[in-house]
């Protein structure tokens, strides 16, 4: 007669046990810790609207960083180092790749006219919706991956050829001339007309959109699309969803002292797209050849690392040899 079950899984829970503690007590943590983080920010540091400073901006960056990296060594003492290095790579290739976020929010504001002392508002909603939809994306990601392996090489030769586009892309993308905007707009009925920090206000009597969340919701459209390059080059490095979805967190939220640091200077340096895209279609290359050649998480992390330092110095290299731009003649006087 064959055991009951019942008897066989209460035989199985007490050598499970300290494993699902610790995986509960890790996901429980941080989850707190980034609740905790985003009540601080939003509750006491930005619960009036301002002009995010340059100092801030990097204050915050260092406040962000600091947090992932002392995660990583969290990682690496409770999980060992080979997911520690798997979360540093992923970090790093998330926070490279949100780089191309930062001058689209600009296009967005800058074409809808957001004056700066509400970006911050647009920015922390916009990310804080991220968060929920890059969590779906990544879970469901990693388990079609889990299901249908073959779906590995689908994702591998993506991030290739996503990596090809990027280098052979000319100009941004204005997101206020996009399909996406246009069904907004369609969708929403939105006046032209700001009403403080608000996201609706009243148009003769009728309830209408201001472009505080027109912009918002093109923020999270950008970070969705934006998402379908990087989760994939994540999952390329590590297929566990704790470490895919929480270097994605730290990389996002981070986001917006990026773009305040990077405001005032909006200019790119050239020939960084070329680093970026190096970098999607190695990690495409390494996930699409996974069953024949396994690269140790180290030499992954380590190649990542060159290829950005690499182009981040080539490109800081062309830009101050480039030819300074002359300033337009003033008109002349009538």
């Given at each position: 007669m064959p055991a009951d079950p019942i008897a066989r899984l209460a035989d199985l829970l007490p050598?499970?046990?300290?494993?699902?503690?610790?995986?509960?007590?890790?996901?429980?943590?941080?989850?707190?810790?980034?609740?905790?983080?985003?009540?601080?920010?939003?509750g006491v540091f930005h619960r009036k609207a301002h002009v995010v400073s340059t100092k801030e901006a990097l204050a915050?960056?260092?406040?962000?960083?600091?947090?992932?990296?002392?995660?990583?060594?969290?990682?690496?003492?409770?999980?060992?180092?080979?997911?520690?290095?798997?979360?540093l790579s992923a970090y790093v290739v998330e926070k490279?790749?949100?780089?191309?976020?930062?001058f689209i929010f600009a296009i967005i504001f800058s074409s809808l006219a957001i004056p700066p002392i509400y970006q911050h508002r647009v920015l922390f909603w916009g990310i804080l919706t991220a968060l929920i939809l890059r969590a779906i994306m990544i879970f469901a990601g990693t388990a079609l991956l889990a299901r249908f392996h073959w779906?590995?090489?689908?994702?591998?030769?993506?991030?290739?050829?996503?990596?090809?586009?990027?280098?052979?892309?000319k100009g941004d993308h204005d997101p206020s001339a996009s399909t996406a905007f246009r069904i907004i707009k369609r969708l929403v009925p939105t006046t032209d007309?700001?009403?403080?920090?608000?996201?609706?206000?009243?148009?003769?009597?009728?309830?209408?959109?201001?472009?505080?969340?027109?912009?918002?919701?093109?923020?999270?459209?950008?970070?969705?699309?934006?998402?379908?390059?990087?989760?994939?080059?994540?999952?390329?490095?590590?297929l566990d969803p704790f470490i895919v979805f929480t270097s994605n967190v730290f990389a996002i939220l981070g986001l917006r002292s990026l773009y305040f640091l990077l405001s005032g200077a909006m200019t790119k340096l050239p020939g960084l797209d070329v680093g970026l895209a190096a970098v999607l279609m190695f990690v495409g290359v390494k996930m699409a050849a996974v069953d024949f050649i396994k690269v140790p998480t180290a030499i992954s992390f380590a190649t990542i690392i060159a290829i950005l330092a690499t182009s981040v110095l080539v490109?800081?290299?062309?830009?101050?040899?480039?030819?300074?731009?002359?300033p337009a003649p003033p008109p002349a006087a009538s």
């Open positions: 050598a499970s046990l300290p494993f699902l503690a610790a995986t509960n007590l890790a996901w429980g943590g941080f989850l707190l810790l980034v609740l905790a983080m985003l009540a601080l920010d939003l915050w960056s260092v406040v962000w960083v600091s947090l992932a990296l002392l995660f990583g060594a969290g990682v690496w003492i409770v999980m060992g180092s080979e997911r520690a290095l798997e979360y490279t790749l949100s780089v191309d976020n930062v779906l590995i090489y689908v994702f591998g030769g993506f991030l290739v050829l996503t990596g090809l586009k990027l280098l052979f892309r007309r700001l009403d403080g920090d608000h996201f609706f206000t009243r148009v003769n009597g009728r309830r209408m959109a201001t472009p505080l969340l027109a912009a918002l919701l093109l923020v999270e459209v950008t970070d969705v699309i934006f998402a379908l390059d990087s989760i994939p080059a994540v999952l390329a490095i590590s490109a800081r290299a062309r830009a101050k040899s480039a030819p300074p731009a002359v």
